[in-house]
Every structure is written in structure tokens, then in C-alpha cells.
């Protein structure tokens, strides 16, 4: 039975079929996606020619007929009010990086006094939001507001509860009147088509695309975040505002110890968790795995991997119920990629491989690797890949916040690299030198009990420090940010993979022809990624990608190294970017530079929000504990002569504060002035920001930090890390 197909089975979740196979499994209680309008559920309730026609849409990308949208949305309505629900809304992930819905009521009054429920084809498959007030950079004026949001029917329809209430929310994307994508899930369909269509010619040259309708980028998300006590988030403005500490000194026990990592997870958290997993099973979201993490109070979540539309949709959905559910532990869920100084970020690991619809993971090195060209192909067109387009990856995780994290000797450095681990590194090896000939095998582990068994073992090591590592079957991409959203990092991946595909094909066809003879094939084959290898293999990268000496190599084979994100930022729109974008119909010159805009602008406004924190924080908490201290120390010089006593420590310890207090004074001072400077030049406003800004506020907190180490803890105004890092 086909497994993975971006199809009915897909949307009931029938393609983790393959899990539900194994001896021992059973049927479990768990009702799931019972808020979902699954395929299942519209087999039940459509008339089977409407159901039909769906499927055409679903299993072979053909355009909804309008007369059909009408006898969906009606049963729709039907299922959802007969839940619950009041209202609907066209839900999209608008370039804010969040998730957008407006609110319309299924009640229309019907004229003498009481009212009809309605909800129209049209309403469904397009609506209308005022697109004025999200991000366009550019594209369109503030008085230019029209924009349409449009049904996205490959990912189900789901029912959102909140505060008692419950509402319809369809998947849409949002492209404004003149049809220029305002979101993140326009390209990402766009990226998908792209990369199914270039798969499908490698497919159609090894022979291996019967029945292959469809190749589909697959995803599965590793969500990390911190859990802290919601009264003391409330005591922290910096936390309300920018989900981040701007000050607070080093606890004593920060994560020396290793200790949290794996640990048992506490009581409240763990009621947190499985409240979080019942909401998403609701909603369809298959979680699979949560535990600790490496910080204190920070934990993680993981799904299984679906399609990777639905995946990034639920990504969101994932991110929302964390923060929702937590206030009822009495909890705040941070997403922030680095909300305190000192202790490790929070990072989003993002798994992608691609699949046929026939169930196929075209990333499956299977047993003889090295016989399996197809396979080889795949992995080269990523190898590829990633050393063309090193910047576009680079900037697809840029953001202010990931900043904190990346290249800080916790999460992967900024340079893109590729871990593939001994066994297909020997075979890159072997392509390298002309033709493969062996694959190195697995082997198992005795561990010295004859009580224990013996392992087999992965035919290569896990390697964390690196940003891009293939685990078994799939590339784990480990640079995105906990807080960002998942669908951009994927755009750029399936594009870039599929430029990669497009070469490859085209390089095979004119070798061999549409229907080679195997024999030839192979050759041509091996030729092809021989000169892959050599071209790209400067990208790979198997040690340890924190130490000096890997920034020095990777210096000298000529890698890009972004350490920031303004330099990143500004690569996205080059011409090499903007023809790769262009050609595969991903993004078009204006939309792909409105991008880089928008997020420029985001880097901008994020650091400011910050700065401007921390300057109302120092100003109206630490300087005023500060000076009651000042006071305290004052007075203290002041009794103690007198009583006629030698006041000269007193005195001393009374001017060393001081000095700190007005070193503070000035360091703020500074800080206000470079928070104001503006440019009307996004590009260069940002680069401002990170020159200026970024360390006047660094030079801010310094000072921050030392008085929180002096000041007693009674006056000290604001929880410290020591409390806020320790769960009760
Ligand atoms: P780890 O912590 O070892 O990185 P996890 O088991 O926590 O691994 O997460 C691995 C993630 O990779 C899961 O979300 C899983 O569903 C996903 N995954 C597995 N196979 C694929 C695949 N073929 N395509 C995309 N994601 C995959
Ligand atoms: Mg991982």
C-alpha cells in the first residue's frame, strides 16, 4: 500500500501506516484528529462525485471545480457547527513570521428577525483581508490594501479551540491583488511542485517512476523551549516583551553539571506535555517524543514527519498549543533562541528528505549502497545543493535572535557544511576516484554482559556541531531558530535541491537519451557525480565544527561564513538568487527582494524593541535599587565615623559603586543615543543596529550584571536566573 502519498491517505495520517505494522501494535484508545475534516471524514459526508474530484485535486494536483467548493463548504459548515463552531477563518502565515485569522460568523440574519448559518464555496475557497498592515516590503503602499487569501486544500481543514469558543480554520495562502505571494506558504507549494517535478525526470531516466504521480518533500521538526514559572515571567518586562532577558548575572549552577539532559522530566512539566500532546492529537499533529534538554527548564518536542506543507502548517500549530497550554501550570513557554545569557539556546532541528507517492524515500541509502546509483544521484543533488547555495541556507535561518546561538560553540556554526558520516563518506570517496565498488558495513556492539544484547550499529557517528548532517535516511538542516517558522528554511532547501535535479537530468539526458540502456546509464551515472564530487566536495565536512581550526579550513576551501545575520540578509537578493528563484517559479525578482526587505526590517525592529527594554528596565529598576544602595552604603560610612570608627573600607567599597552607578548612568546614555539614530536605507539602518547598538547594549548589560552580583537581594528588583531557571 503506498505510504507517503500526498493523497486522502495522507491527511487521515495513514502514512505512518508503516509504524502500525510491526507485531505487537495495537489500536490505541487516543482519538486523533477527531478536530480534523480529514479525507475520512469527507468519504462519510460528500456525495462521491464531489469526493472524487477532491481527490483529483489532492492526489493529481487538478484545480478544484467551483460548483464542487460549494457542496464541501456546506457539509464543512455542517460538521463544524455541529462541534461547535460559530465562526471560520482563513488561517495563513503572513511574513511576520506568525500566523494570521480573521473571524467571520456563519450567522447571517435573514431579514425578519432571526438568522441562517452560511458558508458559500467562495467564502471557502477565497476570502479578503485587508493586506495593509503585514509586511509587503514594498510591494505594495499602505493605500494599496487588497489582498486574497486562497484555500490551500492539500492541508485539512481543522477546528481551533480557544477560551471556550471554537472556530473553523481553513489553510490558505495570501498573495495580494496583484498576485504576489505576501506569505511563507505561497513559495513553499511553489518549491514542492518545483522539486517533485525535477525528481520525477531523474525518476523517468532510472526507470523507476511507475506510478509516481508525485514527489514529495517530507518534514519532521524537533521543537526545543524553555518553561519557566509565569510569576516570575510576569516580574520581567524584558521576558513580556521580547520573550528574551536583556540583563541577569550567571547562577552558580547553570548546566555544568550536564545533568537536566535526558533527566526525568518534573511533575507539572509532564502534565504540561501530555495536555500539549491531547490538544495536538486533536488537531491531527502527530507528536512523537518529548523529554529534557540540555539547559536547565529547557525540554523538546518532536513529531513524526508529514508532507511538508501539512508539517510546517502543524509546526505553527505546535508553537501555539505550547504557549496556550502553559498558563494552565502556572507556566511561560519561551521560544526565544537564546532567552538567557549563558545557558544553551533553543534551536528547531528540521529533518527533510524527499518521497515518492508510491512510498519511496529517495534518501534511503538501502544495504549495497554503492549499487545504488538513483540513490546516489539524490545525495550528490543535495552535496551540490548546499555548496552552490551556502548563503541562500545561511540567510533561510537568519534572524536577530538566532544570532545568540549560532556559531556559539552550542549550536552549528554559521558555516554550512555537510556530515555524511564513514559509510557514504567512503563512498563519495570511491565515486570520487571513478566508480564505487563497496559499501562499508554496519557491525554490532558487544558490551561485555552476556545479559545484555548485542547491538547493531549505525554505519556512522552522530556529529551535533554540524549545521547540516545526514541521519540514516534524511538531512537534518540544525540551524533553524526555536521561534521561527520552518516553511522558508524548506522553500529554500527544496528549490535549491531541485536547481541540483534539474542539472543532473539534464546532464543524464544528453549522455543517454530519454531510454537509456542500463549499461550506459551507469556510466554516464558515475561520469556525472564524479564531477559532482570534485566540483562540491569541499562542502563536506565530518569533525568537530566548533574548533578554530575547522574556521581556518574552512576559510581556505573558500566556504562562506556568515557570522551574523545582516551579511546574510543581504545575499538573498543577488542575481545568482534571485535566476535560481525566478527559474524554478519559486519567487519572482520582486517578491524575493521584498523578502530580504522584510526581513532586514525584522532584524531592525527586534534589536530596538530590545534595546528600548533594556534602557526603560535600567532606568526605572536597576538605576533606582542601585541608588537605595548607594544610599545604604552612604550611610554606613556616615555611622560608622560617627562612632569614630576607621570608615576607610567603608569608604572605599561606598566610591567602587558609585563609579559602578555612573559608569552605568553613561552606558545608557549611550545606548539611548545609538537606539535613535535612524536611516531611511533599510540596509544600512540594520548594519547600524548590529554595529552600534548591539554593543551598547552588551556594554549596558556588563554593567547590569556586576551591580545584580552587589546589590542585596532585597533591593534587587528583578527575579534572578538562580530563581527562574529552577522549577518547583
Ligand atoms: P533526533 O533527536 O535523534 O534528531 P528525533 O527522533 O527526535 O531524532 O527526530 C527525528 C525527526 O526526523 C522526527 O520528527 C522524524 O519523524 C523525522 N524523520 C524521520 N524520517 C524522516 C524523513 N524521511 N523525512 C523527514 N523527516 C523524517
Ligand atoms: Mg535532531
Given at each position: ?5 500526498l ?8 502514512h ?20 480534523v ?9 460528500l ?17 478544484l ?7 464541501v ?8 457547527m455541529?462541534?461547535?463552531a ?6 495563513f ?14 450567522l447571517v ?7 441562517l ?19 509587503s516590503g514594498g ?8 489582498g486574497?487569501?486562497a ?17 473553523l480554520c ?7 491583488w ?6 511563507k ?7 514542492m ?8 525526470r531523474v ?13 514529495i ?8 523551549y524553555f ?7 510576569y ?11 536583556v ?9 555544568q ?13 509532564i502534565?504540561?506535555?501530555s495536555?500539549?500532546?491531547?490538544e495536538?492529537?486533536?488537531l ?9 534538554e540540555?539547559?536547565p ?20 500549530l ?10 494552565r501550570?502556572?507556566l511561560?513557554?519561551?521560544?526565544h533562541e537564546?532567552?538567557?545569557?549563558g545557558?544553551?539556546?533553543s ?21 549495497d549502497?554503492?549499487t ?6 539524490f545525495?550528490?543533488a ?6 552552490l ?5 545561511r ?19 554559521a ?6 558520516g ?7 570517496g570511491q565515486?570520487?576516484r571513478?566508480?564505487p565498488?563497496s ?20 554505519t ?9 548532517a ?5 538531512f ?11 516553511a ?6 527544496n528549490?535549491?535541491v531541485a536547481?541540483?535535479l ?29 564531477g559532482i564530487?570534485k566540483?562540491?566536495k ?16 574552512a ?14 540578509l ?15 517559479g ?6 524575493l527582494?521584498s523578502?530580504?526587505?522584510i ?21 526605572t529598576q ?6 537605595r544602595y ?19 573600607d ?6 567602587d ?7 552605568l ?10 537606539a535613535e ?9 540594520a548594519e547600524?543596529?548590529r ?22 537581594r ?15
Amino acid at each position: 500500500m503506498s505510504s507517503l502519498a500526498l493523497n486522502g491517505k495522507t491527511r487521515d495520517m495513514s502514512h505512518h501506516r508503516h509504524e502500525l505494522n510491526g507485531a505487537s501494535q495495537q489500536r490505541v484508545d487516543q482519538t486523533f484528529a477527531e478536530d480534523v475534516f480529514t479525507m475520512r471524514v469527507m468519504q462519510q459526508r460528500l456525495p462521491k462525485e464531489v469526493f472524487r474530484a477532491i481527490q483529483r485535486t489532492l492526489n493529481h494536483g487538478e484545480r478544484l471545480d467551483p460548483s464542487v467548493a460549494d457542496v464541501v463548504a456546506s457539509s464543512m459548515k455542517e460538521w463544524a457547527m455541529e462541534r461547535g463552531a460559530t465562526h471560520y477563518t482563513h488561517w495563513f502565515q503572513p511574513l511576520t513570521g506568525l500566523t494570521a485569522e480573521k473571524h467571520d460568523a456563519f450567522l447571517v440574519p435573514d431579514g425578519e428577525g432571526s438568522a441562517l448559518s452560511e458558508f458559500t464555496g467562495s467564502a471557502l475557497v477565497q476570502g479578503e483581508p485587508d493586506a495593509s498592515s503585514f509586511p509587503s516590503g514594498g510591494i505594495r503602499a499602505t493605500f494599496e490594501a487588497r489582498g486574497y487569501t486562497a484555500w490551500d486544500c492539500t492541508s485539512p481543514v481543522f477546528l481551533n479551540r480557544n477560551g471556550g469558543t471554537v472556530t473553523l480554520c481553513i489553510p490558505t495562502a495570501f498573495v495580494s491583488w496583484t498576485g504576489e505571494a505576501l506569505d511563507k506558504k505561497t513559495p513553499l507549494l511553489r518549491s514542492m511542485q518545483a522539486l517533485s517535478e525535477q525528481a520525477r525526470r531523474v525518476l523517468k531516466i532510472f526507470g523507476t517512476d511507475q506510478g509516481v504521480t508525485n514527489v514529495i518533500a517530507t518534514l519532521g521538526c524537533e521543537q526545543e523551549y524553555f518553561l519557566i514559572d509565569r510569576e516570575l515571567f510576569y516580574k520581567r518586562d524584558d521576558l513580556i516583551t521580547c520573550d528574551r532577558t536583556v540583563f541577569g548575572a550567571k547562577p552558580p549552577k547553570g548546566q555544568q553539571l550536564e545533568d537536566h539532559y535526558f533527566g526525568s522530566i518534573p511533575t507539572r512539566v509532564i502534565g504540561f506535555m501530555s495536555e500539549v500532546e491531547r490538544e495536538l492529537y486533536r488537531l491531527g499533529v502527530p507528536v512523537k517524543t518529548r523529554h529534557n534538554e540540555v539547559a536547565p527548564c529547557q525540554f523538546e518536542l518532536a513529531p513524526l514527519f508529514e508532507t511538508a506543507n501539512i508539517a510546517s502548517d502543524h509546526q505553527m500549530l505546535v508553537m501555539e498549543a505550547l504557549k496556550r497550554v502553559a498558563p494552565r501550570f502556572g507556566l511561560q513557554c519561551i521560544l526565544h533562541e537564546k532567552p538567557f545569557k549563558g545557558i544553551n539556546g533553543s534551536g528547531k532541528h528540521v529533518n527533510w528528505s524527499m518521497s515518492t507517492n508510491t512510498g519511496v524515500n529517495l534518501l534511503d541509502p538501502r544495504d549495497d549502497t554503492h549499487t545504488n546509483m538513483q540513490f546516489l544521484v539524490f545525495l550528490c543533488a543535495v552535496i551540490r545543493a548546499v555548496d552552490l547555495h551556502a548563503d541562500l541556507l545561511r540567510a533561510s535561518v537568519a534572524s536577530a535572535a538566532n544570532d545568540h546561538r549560532l556559531g556559539a560553540n552550542e549550536a552549528p556554526p554559521a558555516i554550512m557544511s555537510i556530515f555524511l558520516g564513514d559509510m557514504l563518506t567512503d563512498i563519495i570517496g570511491q565515486l570520487e576516484r571513478g566508480g564505487p565498488k563497496s559499501t562499508k558495513q554496519k557491525g554490532s556492539l558487544d558490551l561485555g554482559a552476556k545479559t545484555l544484547p548485542h547491538l547493531p550499529r549505525h554505519t556512522g557517528d552522530r556529529n551535533r556541531t554540524s549545521p547540516f548532517a545526514f541521519t540514516g535516511n534524511k538531512f537534518e538542516f540544525r540551524a533553524v531558530g526555536s521561534s521561527g517558522a520552518v516553511a522558508w528554511p524548506s522553500t529554500v532547501l527544496n528549490t535549491i535541491v531541485a536547481e541540483s535535479l534539474d542539472y543532473i537530468s539534464g546532464m543524464l539526458e544528453k549522455a543517454v537519451g530519454k531510454n537509456p540502456d542500463p549499461a550506459k546509464l551507469q556510466s554516464a551515472v558515475k561520469d556525472v557525480l564524479q564531477g559532482i564530487v570534485k566540483e562540491h566536495k569541499r562542502v563536506l565536512f565530518d569533525g568537530d565544527g566548533y574548533t578554530k581550526e575547522w574556521h581556518a579550513e574552512a576559510k581556505k576551501r573558500g566556504l562562506p561564513n556568515f557570522r551574523e545575520s545582516v551579511s546574510a540578509l543581504q545575499q538573498i537578493p543577488s542575481k545568482k538568487n534571485i535566476a535560481v528563484f525566478e527559474k524554478f517559479g519559486v519567487l519572482s525578482k520582486l517578491e524575493l527582494e521584498s523578502r530580504a526587505h522584510i526581513f532586514l526590517e525584522k532584524y531592525v525592529k527586534q534589536v530596538l524593541i530590545e534595546a528600548e527594554t533594556a534602557i526603560l528596565l535600567a532606568n526605572t529598576q536597576v538605576l533606582p535599587a542601585a541608588q537605595r544602595y548607594q544610599i545604604e552604603l552612604a550611610e554606613t560610612v556616615a555611622s560608622a565615623e560617627m562612632a569614630g570608627l576607621d570608615a576607610k573600607d567603608a569608604r572605599a567599597a561606598l566610591a567602587d559603586f558609585a563609579g559602578l552607578v555612573s559608569k552605568l548612568r553613561k552606558a545608557i546614555a549611550v545606548l539611548d543615543r545609538e537606539a535613535e539614530r535612524h536611516d531611511d536605507d533599510v540596509s544600512a539602518h540594520a548594519e547600524h543596529v548590529r554595529d552600534k547598538v548591539r554593543p551598547a547594549q552588551e556594554a549596558v548589560r556588563e554593567v547590569v550584571d556586576e551591580l545584580e552580583t552587589r546589590v542585596p537581594r532585597d533591593l534587587w528588583p528583578i527575579p534572578s536566573y538562580r530563581e527562574m531557571l529552577h522549577i518547583k
